[in-house]
Structure formats: C-alpha cells, structure tokens
C-alpha cells in the first residue's frame, strides 16, 4: 500500500486496537474489503493506517469483535484543508507572497543598450517604448527579441546591426552603428584594369595618371588607370584609387507560365491560448473548433520564471493564419513584360547597390505549352574596376 500515494488526495486514518483477537479483527477487515497497510505490533496494541472512506466498515467490524479500537493521527489533503482554513490568514499570507514574487520575475525591470551613441540611444528608447517594451511590462506579453530587433533595425537607419537578449528580468542590447570610423590602411603601388568588356560611361580619378576616356571601349584587363605618375625620366609610384562605371551586356533567359497556383495569408488569423505545465497545454482563451480550411500554424512559447529559475510552466499561443489558393492568369503580353521585370531583379542581384540596368532587348521569344520562354539580353552600367600591383618593368 506504501505505493497508493493516491489515498493521500482522500486522507488517511491511523488506526489503533488492543485486547484480545487482534488477529482476527485484521482477517474480518481484509474480508470486508478494507484495505489496511503499515501494520505494527507496540506491546499488547497494533497500530495500522485506513482510508478515510473504510472508516464506516472499520467501525462494523469493531462492533462485532472484543477489541478495542480508536483513532489516532490523520493525514491527507482533505484534513490539510481544514486545517489551512482555521490559519486563513497565514495562508492568505503565502499564497499573496508566492504571487507576488512570481509576478515580479516574469516583469521587465531594465533595458541596457551598449555600444550606442547618446542620440541613437535616445532613438533606441523611443523605439523600445513605441513596441511596448518598458519598465513593468510583463515578458509573457511583450515582443520576443527576434521581433524586437527587426522593428529597431528595420526603423533606426543609423544602425547597421543589433543583438537582443533578455537576461533574467533586464533586456540587453548591443548596437553597431553605421558610421564607425575606418582605419588608414597602407595600399601598395598599383594600376587599375577593366574587369570585363565595356563602354566607359562614368569615370573620377582620385589618384594615378588615367589612360582612357569616357565613351571609350575597352577590353577585359586593359590598363585604365595607371600608378606611375610624374615625368618620364621622374616616374612616381602611387596607389592609383578612381571611380569608372561603364556599360557592359548581360543575358538572361526566363520562362513565365501562362497560368499559376500558389498560397498567400488572407490577413485573416485566430488566436489560441494555452498554460503549458511540461508538455500538457490547458486552454485558457480561444476555444472554438471552427478553422479555416487551409492555415499555417504559428507557435509563441513563453517561458514563466520564479527568481532566477525558469519553471516548466509557459504561456503558450497558437496563431492560426488562413491561407487563400490564388489562381493567376497572364496573356501572352503580361508574362512578356513579367519575364523581362523577373530577369532585370535577377541582373540587380548580381550589380549589388552601385550597378543600374539601362534597357533591355528581347533577343528571342517562344510560346509553347502555356508558358512563355524568353532570351533577354540587359544593358547595364556597373563598376569595372579592378587592381593590379605594379611590377618592374611596368
């Protein structure tokens, strides 16, 4: 019976009988089905434990036997409950303690920012305030630090990056501006070259002695800017530095299909909420079986805190977002021109932020089973730069 913890939810009964046919008092309980356990002899009495339910039984039993039977110790969650309510206020007392401290853990009671100036500190805060994370604000309710750290990226252009940690009850953030001072580095004496075919469009020599013009075409690895600069028996060698774009030629071939299926989020979306102990999830909020026909399923999960100890107790929400199939139809026309926009994006990947895509000419176009092919050829102007050191004899 030491295994049936259960009997403790209902109480227990401790169970004291002396005289004569002790024995057979314990035979007629086991035959009235009153489950007995921790049997001990003290001197001429045996003392043994009963459920509280069997206690109506027991007394039939004693009834019919010369023991004598009484009742000691009682033990059990129904007699802890009568006796918490005698000491109300002391239970009172705890229970508000315990809240109280597990509210103040799961707060927000700071925000370190390092490696900010005071003005993008000063924009940080207003940003932090503008999301809802301040002093007082309870974590299960506040944004988690991945969201946190898009919004401030996303809004404060003077940073280039920032990382967000919540630690205990303090937020931490560290921030890299944009404008952090390069350091001078020693460049070696060098010429520049075209990296590819082109047409000089754009040309701004800082240092070196240039070689070439504007609206001048030239081939992959000729000399554009040399680092010899000086007369000709007084020859210097210089680092030559300049800005040259020209215009280069990209081909691209992209085929666009006359008719697409795909899923877009209707901006429709259900909430559910959940206090998880471990892995079993008890719905508080957002009971409804109605679902939307097709949805993705987006999980938040807050861990609650006691002091510094995380529980394995959590909030947890269930976003369901509804998903639309979409059908959509081009002409002949529309998937043309989509298919020229889809390989100019391609092009601009590759340019990066300094190259720009001029024009474009549809060198060969098919139109076989539902969807369209074509062969784009794209002007650009790009940089062509490229560096060389210069050797002796150059």
């Not at 009997?7 to 007995?36: H, P, Q």
């Not at 508000?96 to 993008?120: C, D, H, Q, R």
Request: glycine share 8%.
């Amino acid at each position: 019976m030491k295994n049936h913890w259960t009997s403790y939810l209902f109480g227990t009964v401790r169970v004291i009988i002396s005289g004569r046919g002790t024995e057979r008092f314990l035979n007629d309980c086991i035959r009235k089905r009153i489950i007995v356990w921790n049997v001990k002899k003290r001197g001429e009495a045996v003392t043994f434990f009963i459920r509280i339910k069997d206690v109506h039984a027991l007394r039939e039993v004693a009834r019919k036997n010369e023991c004598r039977c009484r009742f000691g110790r009682r033990l059990g969650l129904p007699f802890l409950m009568k006796r918490s309510l005698r000491n109300s206020g002391f239970v009172i007392g705890i229970i508000s303690f315990l809240f109280i401290v597990f509210a103040l853990s799961n707060m927000v009671w700071g925000v370190k920012i390092e490696g900010a100036k005071p003005e993008t500190e000063h924009q940080i805060k207003k940003e932090l305030n503008r999301i809802g994370i301040n002093v007082g604000k309870f974590q299960p309710f506040a944004p988690n630090p991945d969201k946190i750290q898009k919004e401030i990226t996303d809004n404060i252009k003077e940073i280039t990056w920032i990382g967000v940690e919540l630690k205990g009850t303090i937020y931490h953030l560290k921030v890299v501006e944009k404008n952090q001072p390069e350091t001078e580095k020693y460049i070696s004496p060098r010429n520049i070259v075209a990296k590819k075919k082109a047409i000089i469009s754009k040309m701004f020599v800082e240092q070196g002695e240039p070689v070439v013009f504007v609206n001048e075409y030239v081939n992959k690895g000729q000399l554009l800017v040399s680092g010899l600069i000086g007369k000709e028996d007084e020859k210097e060698e210089v680092a030559a530095k300049a800005e040259i774009y020209g215009e280069t030629w990209y081909r691209s071939t992209v085929t666009v299909p006359l008719e697409t299926s795909f899923n877009v989020f209707s901006g429709e979306a259900k909430n559910k909420h959940f206090i998880r102990f471990w892995s079993f999830d008890l719905p508080v909020w957002g009971f409804s079986n109605e679902m939307y026909s097709s949805y993705e399923v987006e999980d938040d999960d807050r861990k609650l805190k006691f002091l510094n100890y995380t529980l394995p107790i959590s909030y947890h929400k269930e976003i369901y977002r509804e998903k639309e199939n979409v059908k959509r139809s081009y002409t002949v026309e529309q998937a043309r021109k989509a298919g020229i926009e889809m390989g100019k994006k391609e092009i601009e990947k590759k340019l990066g932020e300094d190259g720009e895509v001029k024009g474009e000419k549809v060198l060969h176009e098919t139109n076989e089973f539902g969807k369209v092919k074509l062969n784009i050829l794209y002007r650009v102007t790009e940089d062509i730069v490229q560096t060389t050191p210069i050797v002796q004899g150059d």
